[in-house]
T-cell receptor, first 116, second 109 residues
Framework: ETGVTQTPRHLVMGMTNKKSLKCEQHLGHNAMYWYKQSAKKPLELMFVYSLEERVENNSVPSRFSPECPNSSHLFLHLHTLQPEDSALYLCASSQGGGAARYSEQFFGPGTRLTVL | GQNIDQPTEMTATEGAIVQINCTYQ??????LFWYQQHAGEAPTFLSYNVLDGLEEKGRFSSFLSRSKGYSYLLLKELQMKDSASYLCAVKDSNYQLIWGAGTKLIIKP
């Protein structure tokens, strides 16, 4: 595997379900990100793990819970979601810290989430 | 607040040239990025500008004017495969990316 991978690619869940999205990066980066992409809206940054420190967007509802067990893996745990949470969830990684703060982010293919 | 503006949709003809504009108002500036995103796929990095001027990379060029809060992406010799969304993003004073909503580019034969 190369680059950034995400599983599953598609997910349909009910509002009472609990599910998790998985992201793995094979680029040796030390920063990972979760984004939400809704149609015709800017990418919304949900969570950042950089140099093992979590940076949150305070507007993200608590029904989304991230987990970053190491620098290569990132999870997004989902519970009691709402239909408006239906979107494409993108994971990205980059090299963080120092001059690398200017570096680009590499994205996974995303998980298309539908909440019924 | 922080804001990135770019046109929602543009149409161009195969073989022609198209310019996609991006204006920004952010708290601090640490560079501007352009990404390409084909439908159903991941965004992929195209270019990075941190100093004023034009950066050329093959058929694609990106321009930046920091004093005007303005950038454009220039695509030459358009091909059908260039049909995609083009995302403009700025790194703010905290090195976080602020994204525009993207410009959907439609290429017609």
């Amino acid at each position: 595997e190369t680059g950034v991978t995400q599983t599953p690619r598609h997910l349909v869940m009910g509002m009472t379900n609990k599910k998790s999205l998985k992201c793995e990066q094979h680029l040796g980066h030390n920063a990972m990100y979760w984004y939400k992409q809704s149609a015709k809206k800017p990418l919304e940054l949900m969570f950042v793990y950089s140099l093992e420190e979590r940076v949150e967007n305070n507007s993200v509802p608590s029904r989304f819970s991230p987990e970053c067990p190491n620098s290569s893996h990132l999870f997004l745990h989902l519970h009691t979601l709402q239909p408006e949470d239906s979107a494409l969830y993108l994971c990205a990684s980059s090299q963080g810290g120092g001059a690398a703060r200017y570096s680009e982010q590499f994205f996974g293919p995303g998980t298309r989430l539908t909440v019924l | 607040g922080q804001n990135i503006d770019q046109p929602t949709e543009m149409t161009a003809t195969e073989g022609a040239i198209v310019q996609i504009n991006c204006t920004y108002q952010t708290s601090g500036f640490n560079g501007l990025f352009w990404y390409q995103q084909h439908a159903g796929e991941a965004p992929t990095f195209l270019s990075y500008n941190v100093l004023d001027g034009l950066e050329e990379k093959g058929r694609f060029s990106s321009f930046l004017s920091r004093s005007k809060g303005y950038s454009y992406l220039l695509l030459k010799e358009l091909q059908m495969k260039d049909s995609a969304s083009y995302l403009c993003a700025v790194k703010d004073s905290n090195y976080q990316l602020i994204w525009g909503a993207g410009t959907k580019l439609i290429i017609k034969p």
